[in-house]
Protein backbone atom coordinates (compact mmCIF):
# COMPACT_ATOMS: atom_id res chain seq x y z
CA UNK A 1 0.00 0.00 0.00
CA UNK A 2 0.93 3.60 -1.06
CA UNK A 3 -0.08 6.83 0.74
CA UNK A 4 -1.14 9.71 -1.44
CA UNK A 5 -2.73 13.06 -1.36
CA UNK A 6 -5.27 12.29 -4.61
CA UNK A 7 -7.40 15.95 -6.06
CA UNK A 8 -10.06 15.05 -9.00
CA UNK A 9 -9.48 18.12 -10.63
CA UNK A 10 -12.81 19.22 -10.02
CA UNK A 11 -12.43 20.85 -6.72
CA UNK A 12 -9.82 22.03 -4.12
CA UNK A 13 -10.76 18.93 -2.09
CA UNK A 14 -7.98 16.88 -0.92
CA UNK A 15 -8.63 12.97 -0.76
CA UNK A 16 -6.28 10.68 1.62
CA UNK A 17 -5.89 7.48 -1.07
CA UNK A 18 -3.77 4.17 -0.67
CA UNK A 19 -2.28 3.51 -4.01
CA UNK A 20 -1.86 -0.18 -5.52
CA UNK A 21 0.59 -1.43 -8.64
CA UNK A 22 -0.46 -4.50 -10.74
CA UNK A 23 -1.57 -6.00 -13.74
CA UNK A 24 -1.00 -2.71 -15.73
CA UNK A 25 -3.15 -0.55 -13.61
CA UNK A 26 -3.10 1.88 -10.94
CA UNK A 27 -5.41 1.74 -8.15
CA UNK A 28 -6.75 4.26 -5.45
CA UNK A 29 -9.01 3.89 -2.73
CA UNK A 30 -9.72 5.74 0.00
CA UNK A 31 -13.07 7.11 2.42
CA UNK A 32 -15.33 8.50 -0.13
CA UNK A 33 -13.59 7.72 -3.63
CA UNK A 34 -12.22 4.55 -5.35
CA UNK A 35 -10.69 4.59 -9.43
CA UNK A 36 -7.92 2.97 -11.36
CA UNK A 37 -6.41 3.97 -14.15
CA UNK A 38 -4.10 2.22 -16.72
CA UNK A 39 -0.62 3.08 -16.21
CA UNK A 40 -0.45 3.78 -20.15
CA UNK A 41 -2.53 7.17 -18.91
CA UNK A 42 -0.49 7.86 -16.12
CA UNK A 43 1.86 10.18 -16.26
CA UNK A 44 4.83 11.49 -13.68
CA UNK A 45 6.07 14.99 -13.12
CA UNK A 46 9.66 15.92 -13.71
CA UNK A 47 10.38 15.00 -9.85
CA UNK A 48 12.18 17.00 -7.38
CA UNK A 49 14.41 16.28 -4.85
CA UNK A 50 12.74 16.65 -1.12
CA UNK A 51 9.30 17.16 -3.04
CA UNK A 52 6.34 14.97 -3.42
CA UNK A 53 6.39 13.03 -6.67
CA UNK A 54 3.16 14.09 -8.94
CA UNK A 55 1.03 11.46 -10.91
CA UNK A 56 -1.18 13.15 -13.67
CA UNK A 57 -4.43 11.11 -14.90
CA UNK A 58 -5.91 11.37 -18.24
CA UNK A 59 -9.42 12.61 -16.97
CA UNK A 60 -7.53 15.67 -15.54
CA UNK A 61 -7.11 14.38 -11.25
CA UNK A 62 -3.43 14.24 -9.59
CA UNK A 63 -1.94 12.67 -6.96
CA UNK A 64 0.77 13.42 -4.52
CA UNK A 65 3.11 10.57 -3.25
CA UNK A 66 5.59 11.64 -0.75
CA UNK A 67 7.28 8.93 0.72
CA UNK A 68 10.81 8.23 -1.07
CA UNK A 69 10.64 4.51 -1.16
CA UNK A 70 6.99 4.56 -2.85
CA UNK A 71 7.98 7.26 -5.17
CA UNK A 72 11.02 5.34 -6.53
CA UNK A 73 8.40 2.26 -7.10
CA UNK A 74 5.76 4.12 -8.59
CA UNK A 75 8.62 5.61 -11.22
CA UNK A 76 9.59 1.93 -12.04
CA UNK A 77 5.92 0.51 -12.70
CA UNK A 78 5.62 3.62 -15.08
CA UNK A 79 9.19 3.23 -16.44
CA UNK A 80 9.99 7.05 -15.90
CA UNK A 81 13.63 7.68 -17.02
CA UNK A 82 14.70 11.63 -16.24
CA UNK A 83 14.88 13.37 -19.24
CA UNK A 84 17.85 14.54 -21.33
CA UNK A 85 18.12 17.80 -20.29
CA UNK A 86 17.63 16.61 -16.67
CA UNK A 87 20.38 14.21 -16.87
CA UNK A 88 22.61 16.49 -17.47
CA UNK A 89 21.52 19.44 -15.11
CA UNK A 90 22.99 16.67 -12.58
CA UNK A 91 25.91 17.10 -13.44
CA UNK A 92 28.70 19.92 -12.67
CA UNK A 93 29.56 20.64 -15.55
CA UNK A 94 26.04 21.04 -16.76
CA UNK A 95 25.04 22.85 -14.55
CA UNK A 96 28.27 25.22 -15.06
CA UNK A 97 27.33 25.39 -18.71
CA UNK A 98 23.76 26.27 -18.04
CA UNK A 99 24.41 29.34 -15.45
CA UNK A 100 26.70 30.65 -18.53
CA UNK A 101 24.21 30.27 -21.58
CA UNK A 102 21.53 32.10 -19.06
CA UNK A 103 23.97 34.61 -17.97
CA UNK A 104 25.09 35.43 -21.96
CA UNK A 105 21.58 35.36 -22.83
CA UNK A 106 20.45 37.83 -20.25
CA UNK A 107 23.34 40.23 -21.10
CA UNK A 108 22.78 39.50 -24.70
CA UNK A 109 19.39 40.81 -23.74
CA UNK A 110 20.05 43.44 -22.04
CA UNK A 111 22.38 45.11 -24.56
CA UNK A 112 20.92 44.24 -27.73
CA UNK A 113 17.16 42.83 -27.74
CA UNK A 114 15.70 44.88 -25.09
CA UNK A 115 17.01 48.15 -27.02
CA UNK A 116 15.79 46.57 -30.22
CA UNK A 117 12.42 46.02 -28.96
CA UNK A 118 11.94 49.49 -27.18
CA UNK A 119 12.82 50.91 -30.23
CA UNK A 120 10.34 49.03 -32.58
CA UNK A 121 7.87 49.25 -29.54
CA UNK A 122 8.25 52.87 -29.68
CA UNK A 123 8.02 53.55 -33.06
CA UNK A 124 4.60 51.78 -33.20
CA UNK A 125 3.15 54.55 -30.57
CA UNK A 126 1.20 57.01 -31.35
CA UNK A 127 1.69 60.58 -30.14
CA UNK A 128 -1.48 60.44 -28.24
CA UNK A 129 0.54 57.75 -26.01
CA UNK A 130 3.55 60.49 -25.48
CA UNK A 131 1.04 63.21 -23.98
CA UNK A 132 -0.95 61.20 -21.82
CA UNK A 133 2.33 59.80 -20.22
CA UNK A 134 3.87 63.05 -20.13
CA UNK A 135 0.75 64.67 -18.60
CA UNK A 136 0.91 61.80 -15.84
CA UNK A 137 4.10 62.17 -15.08
CA UNK A 138 3.79 65.88 -14.88
CA UNK A 139 0.77 65.84 -12.51
CA UNK A 140 2.62 63.24 -10.33
CA UNK A 141 5.52 65.76 -9.71
CA UNK A 142 3.43 69.39 -9.85
CA UNK A 143 1.60 67.56 -6.77
CA UNK A 144 4.81 66.88 -4.87
CA UNK A 145 7.90 68.85 -6.03
CA UNK A 146 7.13 71.63 -7.79
CA UNK A 147 5.19 74.65 -7.10
CA UNK A 148 4.36 77.84 -8.75
CA UNK A 149 7.76 80.03 -9.68
CA UNK A 150 8.17 83.09 -7.15
CA UNK A 151 10.15 84.87 -10.03
CA UNK A 152 8.67 87.50 -11.52
CA UNK A 153 6.73 88.01 -14.17
CA UNK A 154 9.43 90.06 -16.35
CA UNK A 155 12.43 87.52 -15.73
CA UNK A 156 9.98 84.65 -16.67
CA UNK A 157 8.87 86.52 -20.13
CA UNK A 158 12.68 86.49 -20.44
CA UNK A 159 13.48 83.01 -20.00
CA UNK A 160 10.07 82.27 -22.34
CA UNK A 161 12.03 84.48 -24.94
CA UNK A 162 15.17 82.14 -24.60
CA UNK A 163 13.24 79.41 -25.35
CA UNK A 164 11.10 80.73 -28.62
CA UNK A 165 14.59 81.57 -30.16
CA UNK A 166 15.46 77.68 -29.43
CA UNK A 167 12.40 75.93 -30.28
CA UNK A 168 12.31 74.58 -33.96
CA UNK A 169 9.32 75.83 -36.51
CA UNK A 170 8.00 72.52 -36.49
CA UNK A 171 8.11 69.70 -33.77
CA UNK A 172 7.05 66.53 -33.01
CA UNK A 173 4.80 67.43 -30.38
CA UNK A 174 3.75 70.96 -29.15
CA UNK A 175 6.52 72.49 -27.00
CA UNK A 176 5.92 74.63 -23.69
CA UNK A 177 7.79 75.74 -20.94
CA UNK A 178 6.88 76.07 -17.49
CA UNK A 179 8.71 77.77 -14.81
CA UNK A 180 8.35 76.28 -11.57
CA UNK A 181 9.63 77.16 -7.73
CA UNK A 182 10.83 73.17 -6.33
CA UNK A 183 13.01 74.09 -3.09
CA UNK A 184 13.89 70.74 -1.96
CA UNK A 185 15.76 69.92 -5.28
CA UNK A 186 18.54 71.25 -7.10
CA UNK A 187 19.07 73.35 -9.99
CA UNK A 188 16.92 71.64 -12.36
CA UNK A 189 15.26 71.36 -16.02
CA UNK A 190 13.69 68.03 -17.05
CA UNK A 191 11.55 67.63 -20.52
CA UNK A 192 7.90 65.21 -20.08
CA UNK A 193 7.06 63.27 -23.29
CA UNK A 194 3.97 65.28 -24.03
CA UNK A 195 6.67 68.72 -25.16
CA UNK A 196 6.37 70.30 -21.77
CA UNK A 197 10.28 70.89 -20.40
CA UNK A 198 10.33 72.23 -16.95
CA UNK A 199 12.60 74.25 -15.50
CA UNK A 200 13.37 75.34 -12.20
CA UNK A 201 13.78 78.73 -10.32
CA UNK A 202 16.67 77.64 -9.02
CA UNK A 203 18.32 76.75 -12.39
CA UNK A 204 17.96 80.03 -13.83
CA UNK A 205 18.88 81.71 -10.84
CA UNK A 206 22.24 79.61 -10.97
CA UNK A 207 22.85 80.51 -14.48
CA UNK A 208 21.98 84.29 -13.90
CA UNK A 209 24.63 83.92 -11.01
CA UNK A 210 25.33 87.11 -9.17
CA UNK A 211 24.99 89.26 -12.45
CA UNK A 212 21.42 88.84 -12.12
CA UNK A 213 20.94 89.63 -15.75
CA UNK A 214 21.49 87.60 -18.78
CA UNK A 215 24.98 88.45 -20.39
CA UNK A 216 26.16 86.60 -23.02
CA UNK A 217 27.52 83.60 -21.89
CA UNK A 218 24.31 83.47 -19.68
CA UNK A 219 21.81 83.51 -22.46
CA UNK A 220 23.83 80.88 -24.34
CA UNK A 221 24.12 78.57 -21.46
CA UNK A 222 20.38 79.00 -20.87
CA UNK A 223 19.76 78.49 -24.25
CA UNK A 224 22.02 75.32 -24.10
CA UNK A 225 19.75 73.48 -21.22
CA UNK A 226 16.61 74.10 -22.84
CA UNK A 227 17.78 73.26 -26.51
CA UNK A 228 18.81 70.22 -24.60
CA UNK A 229 15.57 68.86 -23.26
CA UNK A 230 14.20 69.87 -26.47
CA UNK A 231 16.17 67.34 -27.90
CA UNK A 232 15.32 64.55 -25.56
CA UNK A 233 11.48 65.24 -26.81
CA UNK A 234 12.26 65.64 -30.18
CA UNK A 235 14.33 62.29 -29.84
CA UNK A 236 11.52 60.67 -27.58
CA UNK A 237 13.93 59.75 -25.36
CA UNK A 238 11.60 59.68 -22.34
CA UNK A 239 9.42 57.33 -24.04
CA UNK A 240 12.20 54.84 -25.03
CA UNK A 241 14.12 55.09 -21.78
CA UNK A 242 10.68 54.29 -20.40
CA UNK A 243 10.08 51.29 -23.12
CA UNK A 244 13.25 49.99 -21.85
CA UNK A 245 12.74 50.31 -18.16
CA UNK A 246 9.35 48.55 -18.37
CA UNK A 247 11.38 45.48 -20.36
CA UNK A 248 13.88 45.02 -17.88
CA UNK A 249 10.93 44.73 -15.48
CA UNK A 250 9.17 42.17 -17.25
CA UNK A 251 12.58 40.55 -18.15
CA UNK A 252 13.54 40.30 -14.19
CA UNK A 253 9.73 38.83 -13.51
CA UNK A 254 10.67 36.25 -16.19
CA UNK A 255 13.32 35.12 -14.62
CA UNK A 256 12.31 35.07 -10.40
CA UNK A 257 8.41 34.45 -11.80
CA UNK A 258 6.74 37.47 -10.12
CA UNK A 259 4.57 39.74 -12.79
CA UNK A 260 2.75 40.97 -9.77
CA UNK A 261 5.85 43.56 -9.20
CA UNK A 262 6.07 44.82 -11.98
CA UNK A 263 2.01 45.69 -12.34
CA UNK A 264 2.22 47.47 -9.37
CA UNK A 265 5.60 49.29 -10.24
CA UNK A 266 4.71 50.56 -13.48
CA UNK A 267 3.82 54.28 -12.16
CA UNK A 268 7.06 54.39 -10.45
CA UNK A 269 9.50 53.47 -13.84
CA UNK A 270 8.60 56.76 -15.05
CA UNK A 271 10.90 58.66 -11.94
CA UNK A 272 13.54 55.74 -11.61
CA UNK A 273 14.39 56.14 -15.55
CA UNK A 274 18.06 57.30 -17.02
CA UNK A 275 18.84 58.17 -19.90
CA UNK A 276 21.35 56.15 -21.55
CA UNK A 277 24.59 57.72 -22.53
CA UNK A 278 23.86 57.76 -26.43
CA UNK A 279 20.70 59.89 -25.31
CA UNK A 280 22.36 62.27 -23.40
CA UNK A 281 25.04 62.36 -26.35
CA UNK A 282 22.60 62.81 -28.78
CA UNK A 283 20.29 65.80 -26.90
CA UNK A 284 23.76 67.27 -26.55
CA UNK A 285 24.63 67.54 -30.54
CA UNK A 286 20.97 68.78 -30.73
CA UNK A 287 22.08 71.87 -28.15
CA UNK A 288 24.97 72.24 -30.08
CA UNK A 289 23.32 72.43 -33.81
CA UNK A 290 20.86 75.20 -32.22
CA UNK A 291 23.97 77.08 -30.41
CA UNK A 292 25.71 77.06 -33.32
CA UNK A 293 22.99 78.41 -35.80
CA UNK A 294 22.15 80.77 -33.03
CA UNK A 295 26.12 81.57 -33.18
CA UNK A 296 26.67 81.41 -29.69
CA UNK A 297 29.01 79.03 -27.77
CA UNK A 298 28.46 75.66 -26.68
CA UNK A 299 31.37 76.55 -24.14
CA UNK A 300 28.91 78.11 -22.05
CA UNK A 301 26.09 74.94 -21.83
CA UNK A 302 29.67 73.16 -20.39
CA UNK A 303 30.44 76.04 -18.01
CA UNK A 304 27.14 75.09 -16.57
CA UNK A 305 27.75 71.85 -16.28
CA UNK A 306 30.85 72.24 -14.11
CA UNK A 307 29.35 74.64 -11.91
CA UNK A 308 26.51 73.07 -11.09
CA UNK A 309 28.48 69.46 -10.56
CA UNK A 310 30.80 72.01 -7.67
CA UNK A 311 27.70 73.48 -6.61
CA UNK A 312 26.44 69.66 -5.60
CA UNK A 313 28.65 67.71 -3.48
CA UNK A 314 26.06 65.88 -1.39
CA UNK A 315 23.83 65.11 -4.89
CA UNK A 316 24.41 61.33 -4.03
CA UNK A 317 22.59 61.58 -0.99
CA UNK A 318 19.36 62.54 -3.11
CA UNK A 319 16.80 59.66 -4.30
CA UNK A 320 17.79 58.14 -7.60
CA UNK A 321 15.34 59.86 -9.76
CA UNK A 322 16.41 63.14 -8.34
CA UNK A 323 19.50 62.90 -9.47
CA UNK A 324 18.73 61.84 -12.86
CA UNK A 325 15.40 64.29 -13.72
CA UNK A 326 17.42 66.42 -15.52
CA UNK A 327 20.53 64.98 -16.21
CA UNK A 328 22.70 67.94 -15.51
CA UNK A 329 24.35 66.51 -12.48
CA UNK A 330 24.43 62.58 -13.73
CA UNK A 331 27.31 60.40 -14.43
CA UNK A 332 26.73 59.63 -17.69
CA UNK A 333 28.07 61.17 -19.65
CA UNK A 334 31.06 62.31 -16.61
CA UNK A 335 30.80 66.00 -16.27
CA UNK A 336 34.89 66.44 -17.76
CA UNK A 337 33.93 64.31 -20.79
CA UNK A 338 30.80 66.08 -21.65
CA UNK A 339 32.58 69.34 -20.84
CA UNK A 340 35.21 68.53 -23.35
CA UNK A 341 33.02 67.23 -26.01
CA UNK A 342 30.93 70.76 -25.89
CA UNK A 343 34.19 72.97 -26.06
CA UNK A 344 35.56 70.80 -28.60
CA UNK A 345 32.23 71.48 -30.80
CA UNK A 346 32.24 74.82 -30.22
CA UNK A 347 36.06 74.85 -31.80
CA UNK A 348 34.91 72.87 -34.47
CA UNK A 349 31.98 75.03 -35.47
CA UNK A 350 34.18 78.22 -35.11
CA UNK A 351 36.74 76.32 -38.26
CA UNK A 352 33.84 75.83 -40.18
Avoid at 167 to 185: C, G, I
Avoid at 194 to 205: A, C, F, H, N, Q
Avoid at 240 to 245: E, F, G, I, K, T
Avoid at 319 to 339: N, V
Wanted: hydrophobic share 50%.
Amino acid sequence: MISANYFDGLSARLHLVNLELGNGMIGLAGADIVKSYPLSEVAMAEPFAGAASVLDFADGARCEIGDPAAKAAVAAALGYRKSRVVRWQERWYGALIAVVLLTVTVLAAVKWGIPALAERAVAGLPVSVDKQVGDTAFKALEGGWFAESRLSEQRIAEVQEVFDSVAPAVSRVPLRLVVMSAEDLPPNALAFPDGRIVITDSMILHILGEENHFSDDNYAALAGVLAHEIGHIEGRHSMRALARSSLMAVLSAALVGDFSAVVAGAPAVLFDMDYSRDMERKADDYAINVLLEQQLPPAALADLFDTLDEAAPGQSSLPRWMQEAGQYLSSHPATEERSAYLRNAGKRGKQQ
